[in-house]
């Protein structure tokens, strides 16, 4: 078998309405969807995270594989990746993230061409139902959806989503820049959602030390699970894990210092960003071996979420759950997308490879807005335009 052509596709897809980060509003993603094909009619798929590792794909990656064997993921990595330790140190690490994003289609590939779903060529499932947290955030209102703009909203939110999906688990950016605010929140959805509840928080470094400690200090009594980038680095969670109790987690991967420094606690990864699935699964591992937890990223297609429910369903380490934007998203790329959690829960698929199928309707859609509107930003700040944010915001 031989690769014969990488096609990639740039797709918009936007949120129903838009919700403060850190960086300003974040409207919707921006992607890349890689199809791999084969001499033997074998169609692979791929996402990058954002749409500009699609260009590396076609400039660099594509070149390099026509002719591969797709089977053999180490030779095809060996054309188109430089030694990792020299591209950290150089910045040019786009090549590791690009390759990634076709690796996945490669293992898609290979489910097919075996005839299995991914999660028994990893092994085997140890659990086929996979869990996911509902979100929550500031959101304004956008042509009906959103307008969560006070900690009432997003109580009333919440409780929406336990009425109608059997949420139970809720992650949330509580991100306008004032501690205050935070601290009333999640007293509020403690009260309304109840003891058995869990509330995960996730801060994108917005705070500085001296407000993370008063912040944290004011939200322990109310059982939070989790806290993501409460400050900008390690070394400050680590200071700031004398004054907390809350686990930490992170989204980016070093886990020598997270050892050496005993913060953060879990890692939060999009599969594509650590260099693949054969990377994603060797970092698991370490991470397994340090006691250190993981879990998967969120705001991604259909396609790299089956990539997070196969591993998972053959992980026994990742037991926490995941992140979901699914019920903000206004559409997917794949046939039946986007994926929805029930009680938590979503089904990993029994198809062959990921299990998914791309829809030509949807993908000629997003496709077509990502032609007529251009990329997607998501550092815009509407209250300071032409001006980015900066660190910490308190």
């Keep these: 078998m031989k690769i014969t052509n990488i096609r990639v596709t740039h797709v918009n897809v936007p949120l129903d309405a838009p919700f403060w980060w850190t960086a300003g509003l974040y409207g919707g993603a921006s992607k890349s969807i890689i199809e791999v094909e084969t001499d033997q009619g074998v169609v692979g798929l ?5 749409w500009h590792f699609g260009e590396v794909i076609k ?25 990792w330790q020299i591209t950290a140190n150089t910045g040019e690490n786009a090549a590791s993230v690009a390759f990634g994003s076709v690796e996945l289609a490669l293992w898609d590939i ?16 140890v659990r086929k139902d996979i869990p996911f947290s509902e979100y929550f955030a500031f959101r304004p209102e956008q042509d009906g959806a959103g307008g969560q703009m006070t900690p009432e909203a997003i109580v009333d939110y919440c409780l929406r989503m336990r009425e109608e999906h059997g949420s139970t688990i809720f992650e949330g950016k509580l991100i306008m820049g004032d501690p205050q605010l935070e601290i009333r929140t999640v007293r509020m959805l403690r009260e309304a959602l109840g003891e058995k509840a869990q509330i995960k928080l996730d801060s994108n ?17 109310f059982n939070i699970r989790n806290y993501e980038d409460p400050v900008a680095t390690f070394e400050e969670m680590a200071a700031l894990r004398q004054h907390s109790r809350i686990p930490f987690s992170t989204h980016i991967p070093d886990l020598r210092r997270a050892v050496a420094l005993g913060a953060p606690d879990y890692f939060v990864c999009n599969f594509a960003a650590l260099g693949g699935l054969s990377r994603t699964l060797k970092f698991v591992a370490a991470c397994e071996a340090m006691g250190k937890g993981f879990w998967c990223y969120s705001n991604d297609l259909g396609i790299m979420t089956a990539a997070y429910l196969h591993v998972v369903a053959a992980t026994p380490w990742i037991t926490e759950a995941s992140q979901s934007l699914f019920a903000w998203q206004v559409g997917d790329v794949i046939k039946d997308g986007p994926f929805r959690q029930t009680d938590n829960m979503v089904r990993v698929p029994e198809g062959h490879g990921l299990g998914v199928e791309l829809d030509p309707a949807a993908m000629k859609r997003w496709a077509g807005h990502f032609a007529e509107h251009g990329p997607m930003g998501h550092f815009s700040d509407p209250n300071n335009p032409g001006r980015y944010r900066r660190l910490p915001l308190n």
């Design 46 to 50: 791929g996402e990058a995270p954002w």
């Design 59 to 83: 400039a660099e990656i594509a070149p390099a594989l026509i002719g591969a064997d797709p089977l053999d993921i180490a030779d095809c990595e060996a054309r188109c990746v430089p030694p």
């Design 110 to 125: 290979r489910g097919k061409v075996f005839g299995m779903p991914l999660h028994k060529l990893l092994g085997g499932a």
């Design 205 to 221: 470094m917005q705070w500085s030390l001296t407000t993370a400690r008063w912040v944290l200090r004011e939200i322990e009594p």
